[in-house]
């Protein structure tokens, strides 16, 4: 729920979201490895599943959301951004790296 309201409408995504940068990456970093983890695996299926509607939320995603301290790098965190990049569509792959 959190994710799919990060991303809002997509028709008015600037002013359409319901969880901003912000809040998502700060229970993103209060949360645990598997919150982590099952946040990327459903942003990675949606992605795959309905391109048109999540493949451009995917590097957004990456570059203002997803928490960069330190304490979050795990191996399940670092797995999870790997099957990430080979669940995402071939045109997203070398961003996504």
Known sequence: MLLAGWRGNARNASTGRAVSHAELREVLALGDDE???QTLLQLGQWAKDHPGDWQNSVIPFLQNVWPLQRVIRSAASTSA???LAFE???TLFDRVV
């Open 35 to 37: 919150l982590r983890r």
């Open 81 to 83: 951004l790997i099957r």
């Open 88 to 90: 995402v569509p071939e």
